[in-house]
């Protein structure tokens, strides 16, 4: 299979954060047809990301870069996609779950600090900070592996939601490369990136993780792993 960190967009209108607390608990998870995406470290052997990082994929690798800079590629040896996961959730307007766990088969380094999840409830008008690795649109790709993160607020277009929360800002937000990626507080990570409207620098959706807390800590105890949780 080809693991390769291939053509994906990533975070408009943020900048490059390599040594901020999201980027020492975030990695990219790559897909077996050379996709990329980015994943949140819930345990010293297990990431957080989007479902549609994982179903429909043959394999996944944890991908990060040593300190050495040279990329290493951890094999997984378990993969959980979230019951409530419709991949076809967008065309059929159909409420989706867009979250997946990944085992590693070898742990992270120490490096690597497990995230905070959150079960906190953003508000209207919040600012939330988002996270994610790819490739800054309409540079052909050379930044692809750089961790970014961006300010964005809280909008409601629907009313609030216990599944889902929209961030949004003129000319900034997610692109296709940044699905997975943490979605903060400052205090925890409340959301996991899902969807982007418009591909680049849209509606940003993340599925919030609280709600999500019972199958995240069941599928974790089977791993004989757990998660951290802020409150």
């Not at 050495?68 to 076809?88: C, F, I, M, Q, S």
Request: contains cysteine; positive net charge; aromatic residues 6%.
């Amino acid at each position: 299979m080809l693991f390769t960190a291939g053509p994906a967009a990533a975070i408009t209108g943020g900048r490059e954060a390599p040594d901020s607390a999201e980027a020492r608990s975030s990695v990219m998870v790559l897909t077996s047809k050379g996709g990329a995406c980015t994943g949140v470290v819930v345990a010293r052997d297990a990431v957080l990301t989007a479902g549609h990082c994982v179903q429909g994929f043959a394999e996944n690798r944890v991908h990060f870069r040593d300190e050495a800079g040279k990329p290493v590629l951890l094999e997984v040896a378990a993969r959980a996609v979230h019951p409530g996961y419709d991949p076809d959730a967008i065309r059929g307007r159909t409420r989706s779950i867009d979250l997946a766990l990944l085992r590693s088969r070898e742990p992270l380094p120490a490096r690597f600090t497990p995230a905070a999840l959150s079960d906190a409830m953003p508000g209207q008008g919040q600012s939330l900070i988002f996270g994610g690795y790819g490739a800054v649109r309409g540079d052909d790709f050379r930044s692809t592996g750089k961790f970014r993160l961006v300010e964005l607020p809280v909008v409601e277009p629907h009313g609030p939601s216990r599944i889902l929360v929209w961030l949004h800002a003129a000319k900034a937000g997610g692109c296709n490369g940044d699905s997975g990626g943490p979605i903060s507080d400052g205090a925890g990570v409340l959301a996991v990136a899902a969807w982007v409207q418009k591909v680049c620098g849209g509606l940003t959706q993340g599925v919030l993780v609280g709600p999500q807390r019972g199958w995240i800590d069941r599928t974790l105890a089977t791993w004989g792993s757990t998660a951290r949780w802020s409150r």
